[in-house]
Structure formats: C-alpha cells, structure tokens
C-alpha cells in the first residue's frame, strides 16, 4: 500500500521526468498543507528562465506563498526528488516550512544532512524536520538516467 509520502513523492517525481523533458536537471518538488491538501508543483527550470535560484523547491515556496498569501509556510510540508541544496535549505527555514522530505541524497551538493545540516543547525531560529529516502530509487534513478544520457550526447 502507497504511503501519504510515496503518494506526493510521486508527484514530484512526474514534475522531474517533466524537467527531463524540457533539458532542465531532472529535480520536482511539491508542497502541502496541513490537511495533505497540495499547493503547488514545479520542477527545475535554470536554464529555461536563466535564473540560478529557479530550483524546483524554490519554485513551489514561491508558489506556495502566492497561494495562501504568507511568506511564512509554518505548517507544510515540501516534497522533493533529490536532497536540496543550502540555497533551497536556507529558503526552507526562511519560509519556516515544517518538514522536508526527500527521495536521493545528495553527497556533492545536499544540505539536508549529506554535506551540511542547515535545517537542524541550532543556530538558525528554525528547525525543519527531515524525512529522507522515500522512493529514493527511482528517484535516483531518474536522474542519473538525465546524467547519462547527456554524457553519451556528447
């Protein structure tokens, strides 16, 4: 049986094969509220807005603030593929977002605990609850896929 987890994860997953498509590094993120209701969906999109910061988390904070029209997002919950970078991480506990879960991590680049711990420093004003590798497989796998591809383009 599907988890409420593997459920949204699902959907970011369909949101990164989506950035696949497009050419973008194959990462989706959605966002839910309290009541598992979802408030936005997004993926990747770097190289089609020429915007470093448009990362798939980033995408759905800002989506998300627009929708329930507070920048403060203290009772979601933002689901994303890969383990995020310390630009989303900071946005995350900027936003005091509640939990993030994540399906791969992210040894180079993840701050979500593989190279940094930004959401559990005790130094920051907020502390976001990590829940990592659900569907971390073929979350992994679709983007080494986008990897290895690219490498035989060529």
Not at 20 to 41: F, K, S, T, Y
Not at 70 to 89: D, F, H, I
Request: hydrophobic share 40%; charged share 20%.
């Amino acid at each position: 049986m599907e988890t409420l987890h593997e459920h949204f994860m699902q959907m970011a997953i369909d949101q990164a094969i989506e950035a696949g498509r497009m050419n973008e590094v194959p990462v989706g993120a959605v966002i839910v509220d309290a009541e598992n209701q979802l408030i936005a969906q997004d993926h990747n999109r770097t190289i089609s807005r020429c915007d470093p910061s448009a990362h798939a988390e980033i995408n759905v904070l800002r989506e998300a603030a627009q929708q329930v029209q507070n920048y403060r997002l203290l009772r979601y919950t933002l689901y994303v593929t890969v383990e995020p970078c310390a630009m989303c991480m900071g946005a995350v506990v900027h936003a005091r977002v509640k939990t993030v879960v994540f399906g791969a991590s992210d040894p180079k680049w993840g701050a979500a605990g593989s190279l940094y711990h930004i959401g559990q420093d005790p130094r920051l004003n907020h502390q976001v609850k990590i829940i990592k590798g659900i569907c971390a497989d073929q979350c992994r796998l679709v983007i080494q896929d986008f990897f290895r591809c690219r490498r035989r383009a060529t």
